[in-house]
C-alpha cells in the first residue's frame, strides 16, 4: 500500500455556516469510502503506537486504520469494537486533538491523522451495510446492577454482559444514554444514532430500567439485598453550578443542563415543526465558554434567536471549550465577550431584560496554570438581552451519596474511589465517570466503565 504523505488531513464536508446554523442537522458530513481509505493511507503505522497511549480505552488504532486503507472497513469495525463500544459516539465527541491524535507522529510537522473522522466513518459504515450477528454469551449466573446509562454505566455494561453476568442498569430519566441523550445537541450527535449504539448493548443481553432513581425508587443497599452482587456507579454530573449573583432567579435564565434537556428530550431540536418546550428571545447570553456553553449558544441560534454571547471572564487563550467547538460557533456568528464577569442579571415584571457584565483583565496563573481574571474598577455596563444560560459546570446529584451509608466523597460530591479499580469505600460498590470527576469527556468515562467491569470480574471471582 502506498503511503499518502500529505501534511493535511483530508477535509471533512460540512454543511454551511449560514446554513446548519437554522437548522439540528449534523454538521459534519462523514468521509466517503475514498476519502476514508486516502487518509488512513496518511498512518505511518508506528512500531511503537504513540497514538495508542493517548487513547483511554486503548484501541488499537493502526490496526483499524490499516484496515480501513486496504478497503476492509468490517475488519477495521470488529478491532475498535474489540475496546470500545460506542465508536459512532467517540467518534464525534471525542477530543482526539488532546488524545489519540495528539499523540501521532504525522503531527509532529503537519496535521495528525484523522484518527476520530475514521472511526466514526468505520462506525457509520458498519450501521449502513452490515447484517446483524448473534453473539453466544455463556452466563455465570451471578448479577450487576449499573446506575446511569451514560457512557461510564453503558460501557461497563457491556463489559459484564460478555463476561456472562446478568447485568441491568437504571436509568433515571425515561430515555436511555444519559448525557449523550440529553447534554449534547442534535447537530453534533443525532439521537437515533446514540439509540442504535445502545440497541448494540442491549441485543448482547443488557436490561435497562428507565424511569428509577436510585436513591429514590430503590437505594443501592436494597439493590444488593435484591441479589446483585456487586452495584457500578455511573450517575453522572447533572447538578448545575450557577453564578450566586442578583437576578439568577428571573424568568428567561436556564441551567446549561436544564435548557439542554429540553431541547434534546422535549424535542425543541424539531422546531418549528413542533411546539418549543424553550422559550428564547431575540438576543441570548451565555455564561462560560467550555462544550456546553458551545453547545447552548449554537442550539440557542437555531432556535431562531437572532444574536447569541458568549460572556467568559478569561481570553481566547484559555477558552476550555475544543477549538473545533469553538471554529464552528465563530462560523455560526456567535459573538464572543471575552474578558466580560457577569455580577447582576436585570429584569423587569419577573423577566430577563439585560446582563450586567464588569470588564476583567488577566493577572497571575491561579493554581490550575490558568490566568486568575481580575475586575476592572469602573467598567460595568449592561448587554441587553432577554434569555441567559448559565453553564460554568455541574456537580453530581446529592441523592446517591445521601442514601448510601459508607459511601465516601469529596466536598464538592464526587464519589471516591480507588484509581486502579475504580472500587469504593462501600464493599461490592465501584464508581467511575462524571460522578468521580465532576463533568469530563464522554472518553474517560468509558474507560473508567471498563476498569470498573475488570475490576468487579475479579472481585465477584477471588
Known amino acids: ?59 488499537p488504532i493502526p490496526g483499524f486504520i490499516e484496515k ?15 475496546e470500545n463500544a460506542l465508536p459512532a459516539i467517540c467518534g464525534r ?34 450501521m449502513a451495510n452490515a447484517k446483524p450477528s448473534e453473539v453466544k454469551i455463556e452466563k455465570n449466573g451471578k448479577r450487576v446492577a449499573v446506575v446511569g446509562s451514560g457512557p461510564a454505566g453503558i460501557t461497563c455494561a457491556g463489559e459484564l454482559i460478555k463476561k456472562g453476568y446478568d447485568v441491568t442498569v437504571f436509568e433515571a430519566l425515561h430515555k436511555a444514554g444519559g448525557v449523550l441523550s440529553y447534554g449534547i445537541p442534535e447537530f453534533r450527535l443525532p439521537k437515533d444514532l446514540v439509540a442504535k449504539e445502545i440497541e448494540t448493548v442491549e441485543k448482547l443481553g443488557v436490561d435497562i430500567e428507565t424511569n428509577v432513581i436510585v436513591g429514590r425508587s430503590v437505594t443501592i443497599d436494597e439493590l444488593m439485598e435484591q441479589g446483585y452482587e456487586a452495584v457500578f456507579v455511573g450517575s453522572g454530573a447533572g447538578l448545575p453550578r450557577f453564578l450566586n449573583i442578583p437576578g439568577e432567579n428571573l424568568l428567561g435564565v436556564y441551567s446549561a443542563n436544564e435548557f ?3 431541547v434534546n428530550l422535549m424535542k425543541a431540536y424539531k422546531f418549528p415543526e413542533a411546539p418549543t418546550p ?21 442550539t440557542a441560534k437555531r432556535l431562531g434567536a437572532e444574536e447569541v454571547y458568549i460572556v467568559y471572564r478569561r481570553s481566547e487563550e484559555e477558552l476550555p471549550a475544543r477549538a473545533e467547538e469553538v471554529h464552528h460557533a465563530k462560523e455560526e456568528g456567535i459573538i464572543f465577550k471575552l474578558l466580560n464577569n457577569p455580577c447582576e442579571i436585570h429584569g423587569k415584571d419577573g423577566w430577563v431584560t439585560g446582563i ?48 448510601t451509608p459508607g459511601l465516601d466523597t469529596q466536598k464538592w460530591g464526587g464519589i471516591i474511589v480507588e484509581e486502579d479499580t475504580m472500587k469504593t469505600s462501600k464493599d461490592g ?13 464522554v472518553i474517560l468515562a468509558m474507560g473508567a466503565g471498563k476498569k470498573a467491569a475488570k475490576a468487579i470480574d475479579e472481585y465477584l471471582n477471588k
Open 1 to 59: 500500500m502506498e503511503r499518502n504523505m500529505s501534511m493535511t488531513k483530508v477535509a471533512m464536508p460540512e454543511q454551511e455556516p449560514d446554513v446548519r446554523n437554522k437548522n439540528f442537522s449534523e454538521v459534519a458530513l462523514g468521509y466517503t469510502k475514498e476519502m476514508a481509505m486516502e487518509e488512513a493511507a496518511r498512518c505511518l503505522n508506528c512500531k511503537h503506537k504513540p497514538c495508542m497511549d493517548g487513547c483511554p480505552v486503548n484501541v
Open 68 to 82: 480501513v486503507a486496504e478497503g476492509d472497513f468490517e475488519a477495521a469495525y470488529e478491532i475498535i469494537t474489540s
Open 93 to 126: 465527541v471525542c477530543p482526539q486533538e488532546n488524545q489519540c491524535e495528539g499523540k501521532c507522529v504525522r503531527g509532529i510537522k503537519g496535521e495528525p491523522v484523522a484518527i476520530g473522522r475514521l472511526e466514526r466513518f468505520v462506525a457509520d459504515y458498519h
Open 260 to 262: 439542554l434537556t429540553r
Open 278 to 298: 424553550v422559550k428564547v428571545g431575540k438576543k441570548v447570553a451565555v455564561v462560560g465558554a467550555g462544550n456546553v456553553a458551545m453547545d447552548a449558544a449554537r
Open 356 to 403: 450586567e457584565v464588569i470588564k476583567q483583565e488577566l493577572g497571575e496563573p491561579d493554581e490550575s496554570g490558568r490566568r486568575s481574571p481580575k475586575p476592572v474598577e469602573g467598567s460595568n455596563y449592561v448587554i441587553d438581552v432577554d434569555t441567559v444560560v448559565i453553564a460554568i459546570g455541574q456537580s453530581p446529584n446529592p441523592l446517591i451519596r445521601q442514601t
Open 429 to 441: 460498590v465501584y464508581a467511575g465517570g462524571d460522578t468521580v470527576t465532576g463533568a469530563a469527556t
